[in-house]
Antibody, heavy 119, light 107 residues
């Protein structure tokens, strides 16, 4: 079945780095744009980053621009989010999400991975 | 960035009720709007995209309407499983933005 599974979350000190992964299965990963969306504890949804199906275009939220990098390996059906210079306000559940064909609505979501930035 | 404002922020209703949630964009977004349902501890679920197109598998009691700046999500006959938080999302331009959410609670 169509599935996204995130991994790589954990506890990291302020200023530290973490790399999240999102393993895709059940669909042709290389044909779809992919996103990262986060949700701080008790808060709403915040879009983080997008990468085009072939990796040629990337967009970022202002809050993470210059610190986070989205990438993908279509040969491994995997999406990544490299997070550097982490801050307390980056603490959140991070979801990867798949583009609905022909739009930037998100039709498939992973279960999420928790990132906690704390000393 | 386009600001999305939902109202109300919370809503109490009973099973069988008809409820409407509104979402207003700070500038025109045509029909590039989606609605999601999220239950505690779970990932969001896509309900509606292109403002009014029901995602496959979503019950027909959910409907969406609007274009430009004003949008609505209507649940025609609330079921127990519908009590959740609902978010609108614009995908007209980057950065993609969400509304702050509407928490639908049992009265």
């Amino acid at each position: 079945q169509v599935q996204l599974v995130e991994s790589g979350g954990g506890v990291v000190q302020p200023g530290g780095s973490l790399r999240l992964s999102c393993a895709a299965s059940g669909f042709t990963f290389s044909s779809y744009g992919m996103h990262w969306v986060r949700q701080a504890p008790g808060k709403g949804l915040e879009w983080v980053a997008f990468i085009r199906y072939d990796g040629s275009n990337k967009y970022y939220a202002d809050s993470v621009k210059g610190r986070f990098t989205i990438s993908r390996d279509n040969s491994k059906n995997t999406l990544y989010l490299q997070m550097n210079s982490l801050r307390a306000e980056d603490t959140a559940v991070y979801y990867c999400a798949k583009d609905l064909a022909g739009s930037d609505a998100f039709d498939i979501w992973g279960q999420g991975t928790m990132v906690t930035v704390s000393s | 960035a386009i600001r999305m404002t939902q109202s109300p922020s919370s809503l109490s209703a009973s099973t069988g009720d008809r409820v409407t949630i509104t979402c207003r964009a700070s500038q025109g977004i045509s029909s590039y709007l989606a609605w999601y349902q999220q239950k505690p501890g779970k990932a969001p679920k896509l309900l509606i995209y292109a403002a009014s197109t029901l995602q496959s598998g979503v019950p027909s009691r959910f409907s969406g309407s609007g274009s430009g700046t004003d949008f609505t999500l209507t649940i025609s006959c609330l079921q127990s499983e519908d009590f959740a938080t609902y978010y609108c999302q614009q995908y007209y331009s980057y950065p993609i933005t969400f509304g702050q959410g509407t928490r639908l609670e049992i009265k």
